[in-house]
């Protein structure tokens, strides 16, 4: 299960800042290990006081362990040929780390293994990351010997995610009078991408975009809607709008009722119960908007019974040879790729780590 994670505790804000400013496939740096510590240092402090905001650290180990508790016991009834199913947690920039997560896999003697991405859609800079990470590991022998690979690598269409998202959603514009219901704005909201990465042909935009249409097909077009974008980081330029500055723009053409709907998150944490929760809609709310939050997927049974459906269907196709190790997506780099770890690792997954 490979995601970027985030600190449990307050007091592991600063190794987890580290470890994200450290990272090239998501933030390009200059000098980056000079300068990935010193940027770590100096956000750690304001960092801090946000996850002391949430509750003292990030859900979203807990979450995750939930949902692969879930889908692992699913998947022993849905594939008992491949049963019994045991799960790994490898966070990119957060405990457990990958390599933690290698030592573990070395020390079960793992065989087979599936990198199941926790992103719902591809970027070089979240699942790639990550896949670049896990082939570092796998290419040494630090996961142990032999052991075939294959790759999960998107699902941002699934039916079942999307029903899960869809559920929310409906859910939540109950919270508003049958009157006024079919003029809330649904504001989807996912993390950002550099406009390098953009421009380098990075799929992330067009495969986000892609969620939310399957989205609003499944309620019927019931409500306007945007795709907007959070999390920025720097002075570099982003992908935008930004979601706080859509929120003042629709309060300024006299929209006064919005959901916001994080899209491309699977369970709660900084992005959803700090940026969302209390600072894009306390902005709206001083703007005169009603605004509301979709919940994340968290622990939904729609959500885990997706994520069994996703393994098992892979565990299906590999063994009767209808797919290989890595999708047809996977297997193309972007365009304008000059990541030379990028294709080393490709070539390992699509000879399932040989």
């Given at each position: 299960m490979l995601n970027m994670g985030g600190p449990s505790t307050v007091a592991e804000t600063h190794d987890f800042l580290k470890n994200l400013f450290l990272d090239g496939d998501l933030i390009p740096l200059p000098f980056q290990k000079y300068l990935a510590p010193l940027i770590a240092k100096r956000r750690t402090p304001q960092i801090e006081k946000?996850?002391?905001?949430?509750?003292?650290?990030?859900?979203?180990?807990?979450?995750?362990?939930?949902?692969?508790?879930?889908?692992?016991?699913?998947?022993?009834e849905l594939s008992p040929e491949t049963a019994p199913h045991k799960y790994y947690v490898a966070f990119r920039y957060a405990k457990?780390?990958?390599?933690?997560?290698?030592?573990?896999?070395?020390?079960?003697?793992?065989?087979?293994?599936?990198?199941?991405?926790?992103?719902p859609q591809y970027s070089c800079s979240t699942t790639g990351s990550s896949l670049n990470e896990l082939y570092r590991k796998g290419r040494t022998g630090e996961i142990g010997e032999e052991v075939e690979w294959s790759v999960i690598d998107r699902w941002g269409t699934h039916p079942g995610f999307i029903e899960a998202v869809a559920q929310n959603?409906?859910?939540?514009?109950?919270?508003?009078?049958?009157?006024?219901?079919?003029?809330?704005?649904l504001l989807f909201s996912a993390?950002?991408?550099?406009?390098?990465?953009?421009?380098?042909?990075?799929?992330?935009?067009?495969?986000?975009?892609?969620?939310?249409?399957?989205?609003?097909?499944?309620?019927?077009?019931?409500?306007?809607?945007?795709?907007?974008?959070?999390?920025?980081?720097?002075?570099?330029?982003?992908?935008?709008?930004?979601?706080?500055?859509?929120?003042?723009?629709?309060?300024?053409?006299?929209?006064?009722?919005a959901i916001l709907i994080p899209i491309a998150f699977t369970?709660?944490?900084?992005?959803?119960?700090?940026?969302?929760?209390?600072?894009?809609?306390?902005?709206?709310?001083?703007?005169?908007?009603?605004?509301?939050r979709a919940e994340s997927l968290n622990d939904s049974p729609v959500f885990i019974r997706a994520l069994a459906d996703i393994a098992a269907d892979h565990l299906?196709?590999?063994?009767?040879?209808?797919?290989?190790?890595?999708?047809?997506?996977?297997?193309?780099?972007?365009?304008?790729?000059?990541?030379?770890?990028?294709?080393?690792?490709?070539?390992?997954?699509?000879?399932?780590?040989?």
């Open positions: 946000q996850y002391a905001a949430i509750g003292g650290g990030s859900p979203i180990l807990r979450y995750t362990k939930m949902q692969a508790e879930g889908m692992a016991s699913l998947l022993d457990p780390l990958t390599d933690e997560m290698a030592r573990e896999m070395k020390a079960d003697g793992v065989k087979r293994a599936v990198a199941f991405t926790q992103y959603i409906e859910r939540a514009l109950q919270k508003f009078p049958e009157n006024v219901r079919s003029s809330v704005v993390h950002s991408l550099p406009m390098s990465a953009v421009n380098r042909g990075d799929p992330y935009v067009l495969e986000v975009s892609s969620s939310v249409n399957a989205v609003m097909e499944r309620l019927g077009h019931s409500n306007p809607y945007r795709l907007v974008w959070q999390s920025q980081v720097g002075p570099s330029a982003w992908m935008g709008m930004q979601t706080g500055d859509a929120l003042k723009g629709l309060a300024r053409l006299g929209r006064k009722r369970s709660d944490h900084i992005e959803t119960l700090y940026e969302l929760d209390l600072e894009y809609a306390k902005e709206a709310r001083e703007h005169g908007m009603e605004v509301t299906k196709k590999y063994a009767s040879g209808q797919i290989g190790p890595t999708s047809l997506q996977m297997g193309l780099r972007c365009p304008g790729c000059t990541n030379v770890t990028c294709a080393q690792q490709k070539t390992w997954f699509a000879r399932a780590g040989g």
